[in-house]
């Protein structure tokens, strides 16, 4: 059948889905039309019509700026810059960072053909100029292409009056050392502490 | 086709949500490229990062197919780099003239091996010179050895240029005319010495060996290979004179 084909079709090509389960999802979909097809019909015809990028951040809301962005209670003067919204997410998740966020839209990737001029790096800029900030934290991933994206914008910001922090590395929550990888372990002896 | 090496991962490419392509430089088999299955996931992506050394176990029907990847960590060289821009931009420059620079399917045992104690300098505080005399060391596998040993004019010792048509070193004396046609030479690359925070000699010795780079390397001009070394030609530029 050409509609049930193309709703797998579509429904498949979403991330931690394949055929089989975009197959059961649409079973379930046409067997309970009333609690799950029409309301998710409405949800995503509500989101696409409401869901926009914040021209200030790059997060997405359903107006922009967003509401992190118009929240007055937050510190102006610190933006957390991350990678993508899954980050701004995680970072929201921690309910310790009180500041205001930039998204940049990836990482600096010459073999994927990202170059600075791909990332959200001029609103940055701006953002310094404008607002007064006073501290950047860069938090993106502590991967090759993290870190050297996150260099990158450390020279970039240089000249500016602003005090450029990042994430710290080392060893997680809850973590066993006997258990670590080596390289979390070579990190985190390269930035370990004084105890006070 | 099925073999188990040793090799040090060149580039990673995203194939679906968790598995990738990964380009490999193994010991004895060269450059190739396989599939590797949950190379994005939680388990595997901590090693199994750019310019890690990995244990690899490969798999496939025939030579015309891309075969598959079992990989076990063994050292993941980019944590040791992560927190220095300048060891950083060695890192990929010197990863990504090698995947430039190499064919696929050819033995390259001596790039491995060269490749893989140059990421044991990083952690020195010579690795500029270090990733400095690399580059001449890839080019001279290359098939250009430059020879810095004596003047190619049968000048006196003072070395100072190098003759872009011969990668013979030439004296101050004899360059003297030519010397505007002629590349400069730094003083640490005659000498073999190893030092610290002489950025424009680390500049000029990049800008030496980038003449003969581009004349091997076909696809030299591709922005994936040149970034990372423009960089960090930009970067020893920028800190010329102060502390790296």
Redesign the interface.
């Known amino acids: 059948m050409q509609e049930i084909d193309n709703l797998v079709a579509v429904l498949s090509r979403l ?2 889905f394949g055929p089989r389960s975009a197959k059961r999802i649409v079973l379930q979909l046409l067997k309970k039309q009333d609690i799950l097809m029409t309301p998710l019909i409405d949800a995503l015809k509500s989101a696409k019509n409401n869901v926009c990028d914040c021209e200030v951040c790059g997060n997405i809301d359903t107006k922009s700026p967003c509401d992190i962005c118009n929240n007055l209670k937050r510190d102006k003067t610190t933006i957390c810059v991350v990678e993508n919204v899954a980050d701004l997410w995680a970072m929201e998740r921690t309910g310790t960072y009180k500041g205001k966020f930039h998204i940049l839209g990836g990482v600096l990737s ?4 990202i ?1 600075p001029k791909h990332l959200n790096i001029d609103g940055i800029v701006s953002r310094i100029e404008q607002d007064g900030i006073s501290e950047i934290i860069l938090a993106t991933n ?4 993290g ?2 994206t996150a ?2 914008l ?2 970039v910001l240089r000249p500016y009056d602003v005090k450029i922090t990042r994430l710290a ?1 080392g060893v997680p929550v809850g973590g066993e050392l006997d258990y670590l ?4 372990l ?2 985190a002896l ?2 370990r502490q004084i105890i006070e | 086709m099925n073999w188990k090496d040793k090799g040090i991962v060149l580039r990673l490419s995203k194939l679906g949500e968790y598995d990738a392509i990964c380009c490999l430089l193994s010991e004895k088999h060269g450059k190739i490229n396989g599939c590797v299955k949950g190379a994005f996931s939680k388990r595997m992506r901590p090693f199994l990062e750019i310019g890690s050394t990995v244990q690899a176990e490969y798999k496939t029907k025939s030579e015309e197919h891309l075969g598959y990847f079992k990989i076990e960590p063994i050292k993941n060289n980019s944590s040791q780099v992560l927190n220095h821009s300048g060891k950083l931009l060695a890192f990929k420059s010197a990863i990504s003239i090698v995947d430039a620079s190499l064919m696929y399917g050819q033995n390259h045992d001596t790039v491995f091996s060269v490749l893989e104690s140059f990421f044991t300098t990083l952690n020195s505080d010579y690795w500029a010179s270090s990733y400095c005399k690399w580059e001449i060391s890839i080019l001279a596998e290359m098939g250009i050895a430059l020879d810095f040993s004596s003047c190619a004019g049968g000048g006196s010792n003072d070395l100072c240029y190098v003759s872009p048509k011969s990668g013979r070193a030439v004296s101050r004396e004899m360059g003297q005319l030519y010397k505007a046609k002629l590349l400069p030479l730094p003083k640490f690359l005659v000498d073999n010495s190893l030092l610290e925070n002489k950025c424009l000699e680390y500049y000029e010795a990049m800008k030496m060996s980038d003449f003969f780079l581009k004349s091997v390397i076909s696809d030299y001009n591709k922005e994936n290979m040149t970034e990372p070394r423009k960089r960090l030609s930009d970067w020893f530029f920028n800190r010329f004179d102060k502390n790296a």
Not at chain 1, 110 to 113: A, Q, S
Not at chain 1, 142 to 145: A, R, S
């Open positions: 991330p931690g010459p073999i994927d053909g170059t502590l991967t090759v292409e870190q050297s260099h990158y450390a020279e590395n990888d080596d390289g979390t070579a990190v390269q930035a």
